[in-house]
């Protein structure tokens, strides 16, 4: 117990202090950070580029990378409108998200969509957070079957466990050729 306890410690300080470490599996969804009038992370702008050929990114707050608590909120059905979008779309406060400004390598394993046209391009680009993917907002939960959406919860921030990405939508080609959302391999790394 004590040797998963120390393991556990020495991988978050490994997050935390930005040394390279074995990478970690993970997925990806994309977004348009450019149609967002803020982000979480206090000082960073809402735009797909973060400079120095850096892509925008946003972690799940399920996501076992996550570090400070979670953010705030719970999932209100009424929210939602029962086939797949919200119609309440204010998102809950991430006021403890850690790992803002924070960089990642990120290269592409596979399709998480099961897409059997496209392929991993074998590049690796690097991202930085500058945003939550909250499992407690709307335009999140929303989306599942179980507030009347379709998309599968691992798609949408919503599976816990999951090392879970959404980043910039400008860095889809560089990392695939496939149309849908990756699986990944994600390592810290120096921004």
């Known amino acids: 117990m004590l040797f998963l ?7 978050l300080a490994v997050v935390a202090n930005i040394e390279v470490s074995d990478a970690v599996a993970g997925v990806s969804t994309f977004n348009d950070f450019g149609t967002q009038s803020t982000v ?11 400079g120095n050929g850096i892509f925008a990114a946003a972690m799940s ?11 705030e909120g719970t999932m209100d059905a009424s929210k939602c409108n029962g086939k797949g979008s919200c119609v309440n779309c204010v998102g809950p406060a991430c006021p403890d998200e850690e790992l803002c400004g924070t960089c990642f390598n990120v290269r592409c394993t596979g399709s998480l969509d099961g897409e059997t046209s496209g392929a991993c391009t074998g590049q690796t680009i690097k991202v930085k957070i500058v945003d939550a993917c909250p499992a407690t907002h709307p335009a999140n939960y929303c989306k599942i079957p179980e507030f009347g ?7 949408a ?11 910039a939508t400008t860095a889809r080609s560089a990392l695939s050729t ?7 391999d994600i390592e810290p790394t120096s921004c």
Do not use: H, K, M, Y
């Open 5 to 11: 306890t120390l393991s556990a410690t020495v991988a």
């Open 40 to 50: 979480a992370c206090a000082g960073f702008s809402p735009s797909n580029s973060q």
């Open 61 to 71: 707050d399920l996501s076992p990378l996550w570090q400070g608590a979670r953010c």
């Open 149 to 155: 959406g379709t998309i599968r919860p691992i798609e």
């Open 157 to 167: 921030c919503e599976q816990p466990g999951v090392n879970a990405f959404d980043i």
């Open 178 to 184: 496939f149309q849908g959302n990756l699986d990944i």
